[in-house]
């Protein structure tokens, strides 16, 4: 039997795979022999910071980590993020019910709708942005609004453009800066604005602060919890995956207001059960690594950075260097669409992009770059743009 056809209507009404026809034109041109540089996920190319793998393989020989965890993590591994929380930003947190286990960010961020979002409610969402929340508000029977993010307003939503109506009806809004695509961050004056609406209008502000170690120029971003009033309406979002290239290891945490960490995990509880032990013990060793050791990894994104941006410029794209995250969101030359680009990339250059519209209609007109290979890539896709001048020749 087939049973596509009996698909539930919220898997019916997911947004089409973008990436497919991309994946199919990488798999022809491996196939006519082109030697393929990928720039197309945001997962980092090197290996986890060792001293977590050390830990990780001890963990793993105690027997007490082989039973079921507690589904909102492990007090220890809460308590190492409260005192991570508190050394880096400055923020005070209560482990025992201030900071929730996630098994990976993304697995907060898609569950949280389902414990707020009934049919009828809005959930405010990022555009072009991370597609996980929208899938959640989706799968809660919720109204996605979208707020567009604009290089003309900074890519940051236009607050007072949301109508009223729209306002009233919303239970969550996602925020997520630095920001994936755009690698934009957010000014001083902006986390206030939104807590003031959510404060307003009654609504849960979700952060996304998954970015929020990578960044350049010895600027680190805020907390958005560092902000007065944070912790009445919202919760923060936080992963270990890129900071410590751990995106394998399913390992992230949310934290801030209680009760909406107590709605996020009766979730919890009735659908999965917590992180392996070994993981939250390697994770702990992870949030207590000395800064130097994360300064360094910066420091090579940085490099790449300095040595692309400047590259892309020549071949004929328009960037602005971010100031945090590992993307490189590029405009394209007037009338090339994202797809085309995308296309052009692949098919000419060997140089797999993500099209911006691929996070959503306001990212028409930019690609999407990783900066997840090494110098010596990252050039040499340059030096194939150029040559081949894909975006100088109009
Ligand atoms: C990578 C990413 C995440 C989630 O990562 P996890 O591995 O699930 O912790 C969340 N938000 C954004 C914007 C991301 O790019």
Known sequence: MDFRNRWSSRIQSLPPYLFARIDEKKRE??????????????????????????????AVGKPEHHQYPSYEGMLSFREAVAGWYQRRFGVRLDPGKEVLGLIGSK?????????????GDVVLVPEPGYPVYHAGTLFAGGTTHYMPILESNGYLPDLEAIPESVYRKTKIMFLNYP?????????????????????????ILAHDAAYSEIYYDNRPPKSFLSYPGAKDVGIEFH??????????????????????????????????SGIFQA???????????PDATLAELRGLYQKRRDAFVPGLVRAGLRVTPPGASFYIWAGLP???????????LLDKAGIVSTPGTGFGKSGEGYVRFALTVDERR????????EKLALFSGR
Do not use: C
Not at 279 to 289: D, F, R, W
């Open 29 to 58: 041109a491996i196939a006519r022999g082109m030697d393929i540089i990928n720039l197309g996920i945001g997962d980092p190319d090197l290996p986890t910071l060792a001293p977590v793998v050390e830990s990780a393989k001890k």
């Open 107 to 119: 697995e907060g961020i898609g569950h949280l709708p389902l414990a707020f979002v009934d049919p």
């Open 179 to 203: 920001n994936n695509p755009t690698g934009a961050s957010a000014p001083d004056d902006f986390f206030p604005r939104a807590i003031e609406k959510a404060t307003r209008y009654g609504f």
């Open 239 to 272: 992963s270990l995956s890129k900071t410590y290239n751990m995106t394998g290891w399913r390992v992230g945490f949310a934290v801030g207001n209680a009760s909406v960490l107590a709605g996020l995990g009766m979730i919890k509880s009735n659908m999965d």
């Open 279 to 289: 993981l939250q013990e390697a994770s702990i060793t992870a949030l207590s690594l």
């Open 334 to 344: 007037k009338g090339m669409s994202s797809e085309e680009a995308t296309l052009l």
């Open 378 to 385: 990252l050039m040499e896709a340059v030096s194939r743009m």
